[in-house]
Structures are given as C-alpha cells and as structure tokens.
C-alpha cells in the first residue's frame, strides 16, 4: 500500500516533530550559537529600520521649517500672468490621487507693487510689496516665521514686515494706509513678521482683500505648496501639477528639496551598508552552525531513513528547525533592537525615537530569509546521507 504523504500524515508530523525537539533538547548550545548570530542580524535591522522610519518623519517635519518646497507660477509668456485660485486648490486632491502627500498648502498669493504709511501727521510713504494671501495657511506653509503680535481675525487686519515696519515707525494697533497705483485702502497693524528675509519688507493682507481692492477676483500670482518626499517625488508632483493647470509652471526649491533629500539618502546608504555586511556574516555563522550540526547527527538521519524516513521528513525537520530558528530569533531582536533604536535616537540625534509597527513584517522576513537561504547547504548534505554509511560511521 502507497504511504501517505507527509503533509497528510499525523503520525509521521508526530514523529518528525519528536525528532526536532530531541535534536533541539541534546544540541541546545549548538543552536544557542545559531541564534546568537539571526538575533544579531535582527536587532541591526530592527535598530536601522526604526531610526530610519522615525527620523524620516521627524527630518521631514524639520526641513519643513525652512518653508515650501515647490512654487506654481504661470508659465512665460502666459497670457495674463495670473494664475486661477479655483484650479490652485484642486492641487492637494489631484496630488493625492497620484500617490503624493501634500504636508502643507497649496497657498495662492497675489503680489502687487504699492507704497504704504502710518496714518500720522507728517508720516512718510515707504515703497513696498502688498501680498495677498490666506494668511494662517501661509504661517503653516513656513513654521520658522516668528509673528510678534497676532495673525488677522477678518479681513480688515494686516501684517507688516519687521524692516518695514521699523521704517514706517508702526506699531501693533496703529493703522496703516496702502497705496497701489490709483487704488488706496487702510488697515489696522495687528502682527511684525520676523524672517530675515524678503518678507520684512512687505505687507500681508487678506488675499480677498487684495483681490477686490485692485480688482482681480479669483487670480493669484502665484501658489507655494510642501510635498512630502525626496527631490525625484518634488520633481514628479510638479509635473503633475503642470498638466493639471493649464499654462502653469512648477518649479522645485532645490535648496529644500536637495536638503532633504541628501540627509535621507546619507541615511538610506548608511543603513543598506551596515546590512549587507552584517547579514552576510551572520549567514555564515548560521550556514557553518547547521553544517556542523549535519555532521553531528549523520547517525541519527541515517536510522530515521533506515526507518522509512523519505526526503520529506528531512526536509521538514530541518525547515521547522530554522524556522523556529528565525522566529525566536526575530521576537529577540525586535526587542533588542528598538531599544537600541532609542538609544541612538536619544544620544545621537537627540530625539525621541517611537516604535512602530511597520518594522515588525520586514524583520521577521530578514531573519527567515537568513535561515532559509543558510540552511540550504547543509540540507543538501542532510539528503545525500545514504543509511548503511550513516551507520557504520563512513
């Protein structure tokens, strides 16, 4: 009668399960050595892979500080230079759809070139640059501003740029009036933006404000936007952006963008290096440790074949040992590793390293993978055990 295959078979399960405990109970310091090395492999990339995830996020959030990553004008020689504030704010749905993340924006700003004064006797014109924008969005779009005072609450309010308002001798709570050619509106001054840039010349006000003031509803110059990513992901979204709205063009802030990139890429190549090397010496560890435990156990595979044991039973054997090999080795060095994780994030870059979940499938694959590849070796030797040499000790 045909025997039944291992996989349907209780009693040889039973068997080879028996024979993959006793081996484990006799040879425990043997298989010690071999977790030793896949712990040692999975605590370096349990460590890599939680730095790697947790300071992304946080570098991501830092580069974000020195502003927007990508700005939207028209295109040259677009007709009419202005771009339409309805297609501005279907950038963040149509990015989504494409896979990419805005962090912040887009935000549309309307510049126009004008003058402005504090409403005294005697007060001097200052020339400067009237934005309009939707203010508390342009404040998320750069989290480095530092406003002394507060953003407007309507649409009456403004703020002013530190240089500007140093020259105009304006504090919070006086009025401000702004000329641009013909047209002249007031504001009362609620907020001093400190930047050290260009901003320190200008005045912003409500972009709808501006619009209806100078007679452009609807229009901005120009949008600033922050995409999630490195420049290759910058550099895709503002293709994107520029098929979607018509005689636009994208263009991506390099000096942010590279920044960012850079800083990740360094990150990326640091850890893919440490890898490699370590999985390649811990594979060896754990290909010489089972090699050497084939040796040790010739007699025994040679009676378990003797006894009817076929390829299966070897194989699954030495597969359910190794596997068990890889997820003990795995539950270790997840452990071991995030703690690791959290040392280095706290020493060396000073930061509170989270633990995330995300690293737990991609560690237990490495530890199997390790496992699996290593044991091919000796397994191949394991099979080739004919059992009348096994037993004379040939």
Partial sequence: ????????????????????????????????????????????????????????????????????????????????????????????????????????GPSGILLAAGRARERAPAAAWENATIVGADLRDLARLNPS????????????????????????????????????????????????????????????????????????PGRVSLATLWVEGNPPTAKRAARVIEKAIHGSQARVVWQVAAAQGELLGKLERLAVSLSLTVFLLCGLCVMTTLLSLVLEREPEIGLMRSLGAGDGEILAMFLGEVTLLGVLGAGLGLGLGLGAARLVGHHLFETRVVPRLEIVPPVLAVSLIICWLSVLLPLKRALAIRPADALRGN
């Fill in 1 to 104: 009668m045909a025997s039944r295959p291992l996989a349907t078979d209780p009693r040889r399960l039973r068997t080879s399960a028996r024979f993959l405990l006793r081996s484990l109970s006799l040879r425990h310091s043997t298989f010690l050595v071999a977790l030793l090395a896949v712990t040692v492999a999975a605590t370096l990339a349990a460590s890599l892979l939680g730095l790697q995830a947790d300071l992304r996020n946080k570098l991501s959030a830092e580069m974000r500080g020195f502003g927007p990553n990508l700005i939207i004008t028209p295109a040259p020689g677009a007709v009419g230079a202005l771009l339409d504030e309805e297609e501005v704010r279907r950038v963040e749905p149509l990015l989504r759809r494409a896979g990419m993340a805005p962090g912040a």
């Fill in 145 to 216: 501003w530092r406003l002394e005072g507060r953003w407007p609450d309507g649409d009456s309010g403004c703020v002013a740029g530190g240089s500007l308002a140093g020259k105009l001798e304006a504090k919070n709570g006086s009025f401000l009036d702004l000329e641009i050619g013909s047209v002249s509106f007031d504001c009362k001054l609620t907020g001093t933006l400190i930047t050290g840039e260009s901003e320190e010349e200008e005045i912003l006000v409500p972009l709808a404000r501006l619009q209806k003031a100078i007679a452009l």
